[in-house]
């Protein structure tokens, strides 16, 4: 018997004495495409780029921000953590948001076809360069720059999406270097096609915008809206491509459920208060009402939902009464907390990277929204900790990171062991034999 399937055993064994059901594990494992024990970064000297002396941090000069002289700004591998993964056409994008000092790039690109045969752990490669992700003291707004970056997503247009949080996260050193921006990049030529700086009419502060959803069509690139949720504020945003605007939803299903701000990972016990993680994309209900839109808070087991109609309108946003319009769905079950879900079209399924089961939930949406249809694709409490991103990629597959977050932040990381993962899977093959498969 493989390692995680005694792991989802014994899990399930746990659930059990707590007097819930578990779902049976039966679907296909997911694929693990790559493991690091620490990051390592390929091209971080940016000498050739700006005609600089190749130093890439150099040293705090006298003028430095204030409370921030004594930074050392050089490479720490301990303190580089991947937080997303986005799988386009032969290239995976992975983000380290910079939660602490050392970290060369917080975009980075791993281009698969160039990376040796047997290579598990390949080096990181800034993206678009190491110029762009270069962080100089004394942390001066630049807004060619890129300060920290969450996870990234790719639209129909081949077009990928991310919010520059504009913040450094370090420990009694928090700072808003810049305003946060939302960056599209034209995948197919690695040209920026616009950077829309976010106002502090919207957000004073870009920490709590960690993920983006795009919603587009192929055949009109110009229609596109983006969606950002913002954990710590408790809001979303909403912006569209076509009219270079952005507006702000509040509601109280936005925010935190105050009775699940308990997690336990690894055997790490904290509190969140986390509020709106995660939009997913459902299916199109009609031209008129748009495309159901589910969300959540991390720190909760609900679901909720909208419409993409009410989200693409402006005027509704800024004079409100649309507090009916956003509507509660149902619970996932015991121990659910989930950052991001992905909803699969090709299978009428939705996806959950649980953190609080070291798993991948799964929920059939033509089945009713209630615990016991809800199922599990993956669980692996040894090398599935803390599932942090998940998306689908133009051909189907599901990708998924895992870094185990909660040890890096309370506890200690192992050096000598695997710390940090990328897996894929193909929904169908996951859901294979489990609840969420057609007809089960």
Partial sequence: MCEHRKSALFACALLLVAGSLCPVVRGDEFEEVFRWKL?????????????????????????????????NESFVPYHNLPMGVTHHKGRVFVTVPRRRTG???????????????????????AYPNALTNELKTPYQPD???????YRTR??????????DTGFLEYPGHRRQVQRPSLWIIDLLQDRKVRQFEIPESIVPEGHGMASVTVDSSSDDCDGAYAYIPDLAYYRLYVYSFRDNRMWTFNHLYLSFDPRMTGFNVAG?????????????????RSREE???VYFHAMASTSEYRTSSRVLQNETLANVGGYDHLFTYVGERGIKTQCTIHQYDPQTGVMFYAEVNRNAIGCWNSAQHFEPENHGIVQLDNQNFIYPSDMTLDSDGDLWVMTNGLPRWLYASLDTDDYNFRIWRQKPARAIAGTICAPGA
Avoid: H, Y
């Avoid at 807004?143 to 970056?149: H, N």
């Avoid at 790490?268 to 199109?284: E, K, T």
């Fill in 103 to 125: 970290i060369p790039s917080t975009l980075n690109v791993i281009v698969l076809d160039q990376v040796p045969e047997g290579d598990k752990s390949p080096k990181l490669i």
């Fill in 290 to 292: 748009g495309r159901t």
């Fill in 143 to 149: 807004p060619k720059k890129l300060i920290s970056v």
């Fill in 268 to 284: 790490v016990r904290f509190r969140w208060n986390d509020g709106i993680f995660s939009l997913a994309l459902g299916p199109q």
């Fill in 39 to 71: 990051l390592d970064f390929n091209n971080t000297d940016t000498s050739d780029e700006d005609g600089s002396d190749g130093v890439f941090f150099p040293d705090v000069p006298d003028d430095a921000a204030p409370g921030m002289e004594s930074l």
């Fill in 154 to 163: 790719v639209d129909r247009c081949d077009r990928m999406w991310f919010v």
